[in-house]
């Protein structure tokens, strides 16, 4: 397969000015008329070469003549015209086949043929499945959309832009008209057309524009999007008030659907959300998804300026909006609930995420140098490693500075294409800064290693910190340069108070917190003035996405744990603490790490020093996967049960009546209010239930089933259901048996059944998952539904998948080939969980092996999974 590579970029050398597209709306056979204004760029001398593809082609004319076959030529995926000159109008008309798209890419249909709706999925290179067009993002057009269809059949018309009319045509079909003042690429081009319910909301921005806001769903689901209305409202207001960012069109459309490859898509004026993103209620919805709701729906807003208004050059500059957006939605959520519990989910996540892969075959820098399927490189590294190099730069220069640097970034950028280098550019000239250096951290791959030493001398009262980096090779033969390393740091006495930090030859006032620049190899910062052999607190609140490696004692990291008042980095103390338990207990070697930990938490869990919240997450150990990070001979069963001792040595230390004491304080007082506290009780709740399932499995199932039964909303029956499930208690099956009829109806609340089974741990998983596959109920048609079972099982259960006998692998080779043939995007994305397998330990990993090579000679496969395949096995 052809490589596409970011040096060969070339400007296009044709524009489409504006374009008119009609729609003949039909669920098995829709058509497009298509009138391209096109502009020749002088600078290029070349014809007319249009993408297209799966496009039945039934008429073609230019400047309002039909062209003979000779005059143009079509190869299934480019169209090449004659004759086009500059001012030239190309108008041509195709066939689609909406309920024949299974690929859910391009116009497709959503839900049954007799109920569901025609929607569009764009992005990236959707719009080629529609009609002929130079489908790249650095082609920007001003849109008019006519959508024509039955009405009763399709009351509800819906395109990007503002309304522009609508009305009665004969045979009782209608018409609606939607205009983009905004010129905007193909890929926020969407269209909704079918039978939906809205709630509407108004809303005047922050300069003046009045604003009808409009949720779409099927009526079974129009009450489940009242959360996300609020959360819409609150995302607004706050990019008015943090960047200054207004909405810019009259109508803002929002519209829910169970059938999408991911979870939301930002078309202008249209956002198309995965239910599982939009729609929200307390019976169906635990508080980890409500906080997703909210999360997305102020990323897909938060588009309209990060990626709408101003647009990528070419997608390989895809991180220019994804990270910068994803480090926006960042920026809100802490705002909006605990700013360090946010964190703390950020950094798990991209230590669970992007971490392995760009530890293996799958690395690639944020700014990719090239790629066969782009659809690939939406992937960990590009959306939160990308918000990660956002959050150092604005760390950099500050919060004023930032905010000065986005205004520069938008103003000189709205309505253009841009790359990396405009946006550091921006935000360096704002600033009176050079921030090129951190053009390095967009162009190479690996998780860079920082080291931290610190020598005290009692004599001259000077603590000297050594920082040392280094990135490991990664796949890519890309040249390793020193990165500018921003480290956010402190010193604790040995009391555990911070430190007034002198640094060496600087006068000015004394602070308790700074951040200093790493930006070579390595470097000594001298602190003086030090009365006695400090405690450094490094990378706080996760400063650079890079690994740290210090050589603290299990006490000094008992010390942070417990007097760190950055709660990111006490949580952080706990983890590192934790993984060193993890190691000895692994190991049988010594023990002092396993006692400092469970110690310091003992003294935690008996006061009331931390949040609830924050508590439970320092109950926690780092997950199967971050541990497996540490090893090379992975053996995932072998993690789990290390893991499990972890945590009962920790029940232990609690004690069993302490445990039960504090759950049945918690539950006393559990309820479905969704404020902070009450979100962080039911946190603690559940860690608390999970502790004592591992010390008294009997005591705990009892409780569990009285929790399922009882609880007064999701979050504490799916926690109940999980215990019941994981511990493998006597009353997990009449649990699972009440769930799948309570919410026979409801497919969000299914995908929880499957995931939760799915993630039974070790070798009984993969009979589970076989028989799970046989319910009524599962479809591998479905994005949502593969996600819960095939995806909860081969990303979310190292052990039930990486079983020794090999038969995970096998399973997902096969269901890879299936679901290849209906839904690439999909198979592509699931065949990642292959990433790593170089580092099992040598049965599983020949096992594995063998599954993929026998994956890779499979005839047919998609480009899409072809790719991942490929760069797996190197
Ligand atoms: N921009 C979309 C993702 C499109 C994925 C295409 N395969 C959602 C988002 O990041 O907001
Ligand atoms: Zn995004």
Not at 270 to 289: G, H, Q, R, V
Not at 813 to 825: G, S, T, Y
């Amino acid at each position: 397969p052809s490589l596409i590579r970011l040096r060969d970029y070339r400007a296009p050398a044709w524009r489409v000015e504006a374009v008119e597209l009609d729609f003949d709306l039909g669920i098995d056979a829709s058509e497009v008329l298509a009138r391209l204004h096109l502009r020749r760029n002088p600078a290029q001398d070349a014809p007319l070469r249009l993408d297209g593809e799966n496009l039945q082609l039934l008429a073609i004319a230019l400047d309002g003549r039909t062209l003979s076959a000779d005059e143009y030529r079509y190869d299934d995926s480019v169209l090449v015209v004659d004759g086009t000159r500059d001012g030239s109008v190309l108008e041509t008309r195709v066939r689609l086949r909406p309920a024949a798209n299974t690929a859910l890419e391009g116009l497709y249909l959503s839900g049954p043929r007799e109920t569901g709706f025609l929607l569009t999925q764009c992005e990236a290179e959707g719009f080629r499945h529609i009609t002929f067009f130079p489908d790249r993002p650095d082609v920007l057009s001003r849109y008019t959309v006519t959508l024509r269809a039955d009405r009763a059949r399709f009351p509800v018309l819906l395109a990007g832009g503002n309304p522009d009319g609508a009305g009665e045509l004969e045979g009782g079909r209608h018409w609606a008209r939607f205009v983009d003042p905004h010129p905007k690429p193909s890929y926020l081009f969407a269209l909704v057309a079918g039978h939906l319910e809205v709630i509407e909301r108004g809303y005047v921005t922050a300069d003046g524009r009045a604003v009808q806001l409009k949720i779409w769903a099927e009526a079974d689901a129009i009450e489940r999007c009242h959360y996300a209305m609020d959360a819409l409202e609150r995302a607004m207001r706050w990019d008015e008030q943090t960047y200054g960012r207004n909405y810019d069109l009259d109508v803002f459309h929002v519209v829910a659907t169970h059938d999408f490859n991911m979870g939301a898509m930002e078309n202008k004026g249209l956002n198309i959300f995965n239910a599982k993103c939009l729609l929200a209620e307390p019976d169906s919805t635990t508080d980890e998804e409500y906080r997703h709701v909210e999360a997305v729906v102020a990323h897909e807003y938060f588009h309209n300026w990060s990626g709408n208004r101003v647009t990528c050059r070419d997608w390989f500059q895809l991180s220019l909006k994804e990270g910068l957006t994803v480090f926006r939605e960042q920026s809100f959520s802490a705002d909006m609930n605990s700013a360090p519990l946010k964190r703390i989910d950020d950094v798990a996540l991209l230590r669970r995420a992007q971490f392995p892969e760009d530890a293996g075959p799958l690395a690639h820098p944020v700014r990719p140098a090239q790629y066969s399927e782009i659809n690939n490189f939406y992937t960990a590294t590009v959306y939160e490693k990308g918000a990660e190099l956002v959050r150092m730069l604005a760390g950099t220069l500050g919060r004023d500075g930032f905010r000065r640097g986005m205004d520069r970034y938008f103003e000189r950028n709205d309505g253009h294409a841009a790359t990396l280098e405009d946006f550091l550019a921006a935000l360096g000239e704002a600033n009176g800064t050079d921030l090129t250096p951190y053009l390095a951290w967009y162009a190479q791959a690996g998780t860079p290693r920082l080291k931290a030493h610190g020598h005290y001398d009692a004599a001259a009262q000077t603590y000297t910190l050594t920082l040392a980096q280094q990135t490991p090779a990664g796949h890519g033969a890309e040249p390793r340069a020193p990165l500018p390393i921003p480290v956010k740091l402190a010193l604790f006495s040995p009391h555990g108070d911070m430190l007034p930090l002198h640094m060496d030859g600087q006068t000015s006032k004394p602070a308790i917190e700074l951040v200093v620049v790493l930006d070579r190899a390595e470097r000594n910062f001298v602190f003086t003035d030090v009365a006695a052999a400090p405690v450094p607190s490094l990378l706080r609140g996760f400063s650079a996405p890079v690994i740290l490696a210090c050589d603290y004692t299990p006490d000094e990291l008992a010390l942070l744990l417990a007097h760190d008042v950055d709660g990111f980095n006490r949580w952080e103390a706990s983890q590192q603490l934790a993984a060193r338990a993890y190691e000895e207990l692994r190991d049988g070697t010594a023990s002092a790490a396993l006692h400092a930990w469970c110690d310091a938490l003992a003294r935690l869990f008996d006061s009331a020093a931390v949040d609830d919240a924050l508590l439970a997450d320092l109950l926690t150990p780092p997950g199967e996967i971050e541990l497996a990070e540490r090893e090379t001979a992975i053996d995932p069963q072998r993690i789990l049960q290390s893991r499990q001792a972890l945590q009962r040595q920790l029940a232990e230390r609690l004690g069993a009546e302490n445990l039960q004491r504090r759950y049945l304080a918690l539950l006393a007082q559990t309820g479905i209010e969704l404020d902070a506290a009450s979100q962080a009780r039911r946190r603690l709740q559940r860690r608390v239930l999970e502790l004592l399932a591992l010390l008294d499995p009997v005591g705990a199932g009892a409780l569990a089933a009285t929790q399922y039964r009882d609880a007064p909303g999701m979050t504490d029956r799916l926690a109940a259901l999980s215990v019941l499930v994981r511990s493998g208690a006597a009353q997990a099956a009449a649990a699972l048996r009440d769930y799948r009829e309570r919410y026979a109806g409801n497919a969000l609340a299914l995908d929880k059944w499957f995931a939760v089974q799915a993630q039974l741990p070790g070798e009984p998983a993969l009979d589970r998952v076989r028989q799970l596959e046989r319910d009524d109920a599962f479809t591998l048609k479905n994005p949502n539904r593969v996600q819960s079972l095939l995806g909860a099982f081969v990303r979310s259960n190292p052990s039930g998948f990486h079983r020794a006998d090999g038969a995970g692998y096998r399973l997902l080779a096969e269901r890879l080939v299936a679901l290849d043939a209906l839904n690439p995007q999909v198979a592509a994305r699931l065949a990642t969980a292959f990433n790593g397998w170089q580092r099992l330990e040598p049965r599983r990993r020949e096992a594995a092996q063998a599954a993929i090579v026998e994956l890779a000679r499979q005839p047919g496969l998609s480009r899409n999974l072809g790719e991942i395949i490929d760069s797996v096995l190197n």
